[in-house]
């Protein structure tokens, strides 16, 4: 299994709302990332876990809350997000050397109305 | 700090003629380069990385890279474009030592036309 699995591809939610997105990978990566990512943009960085460790933060608004119950699965909650928040929502995984590229999901786009 | 330049936003070329696409990066340490294309709607997929070795490394779907240190430029090259390679390419910088994350250059719409 070379893929990484993110459910569901499509959310749309309201700014009162709590709602999950996950994301799985059976290849035995640990290290998995959470970007988010505007159209025509590259993906900006979100959160890192390392070995089921949250090592980054990149400064994300508390309204995301990334959560990894095991090397296999990487959740990010959402409540209360902005309609600024709409975007598609990548998850990667890599082996975490320094020579590894990452490998991404097919993402989830989230419209929040 | 480490950082990629893609000074091109969008690249047009006829099917059949050869493409580049150029980055340009710079890292305080000796750098590992990667290169990423996004279909619409889909997640980033994987084409070549440089990490050492040969200056000219082969990826998927015919396409190739070239290394100039020298430069501090890898560009994407295929020597036959085709319409099906109209995507957004991503140029990205991961630099050694010390661990650091990807950084992402602002992608280059890539046309190619019939």
């Known amino acids: 299994d070379t893929e990484v699995t993110q459910t569901p591809k499509h959310l749309v939610m309201g700014m009162t709302n709590k709602k999950s997105l996950k994301c799985e990978q059976h290849m035995g990566h640990r290290a998995m990332y959470w970007y988010k990512q505007k159209a025509k943009k590259p993906p900006e960085l979100m959160f890192v876990?390392?070995?089921?460790?949250?090592?980054i933060n990149e400064s994300v608004p508390s309204r995301f809350s990334p959560e990894c119950p095991n090397s296999s699965l990487l959740n990010l909650h959402l409540h209360a997000l902005q309609p600024e928040d709409s975007a598609l929502y990548l998850c990667?995984?890599?082996?975490?050397?320094?020579?590894?590229?990452?490998?991404f999901g097919s993402g989830t786009r989230l419209t929040v109305v | 700090a480490q950082s990629v330049a893609q000074p091109e936003d969008q690249v047009n070329v006829a099917e059949g003629n050869p493409l580049t696409v150029k980055c340009t990066y710079s890292v305080s340490g000796n750098p590992y380069l990667f290169w990423y294309v996004q279909y619409p709607n889909r997640g980033l997929q994987f084409l070549l990385k440089?990490?050492?070795?040969?200056?000219l490394v082969k990826g998927s779907y015919g396409f190739e890279a070239e290394f100039n240190k020298s430069q501090t430029s890898f560009h994407l090259k295929k020597p036959s474009a085709l319409v099906s390679d109209s995507a957004l390419y991503f140029c990205?910088?991961?630099?050694?030592?010390?661990?650091?994350?990807?950084?992402f250059g602002k992608g280059t719409m890539l046309l190619v036309s019939p």
């Open positions: 440089y990490i050492t070795g040969d200056n």
């Open positions: 990667a995984s890599s082996q975490d050397r320094q020579g590894d590229g990452y490998t």
């Open positions: 990205a910088v991961r630099d050694i030592p010390g661990y650091s994350t990807l950084t």
């Open positions: 876990y390392s070995y089921e460790k949250l090592s």
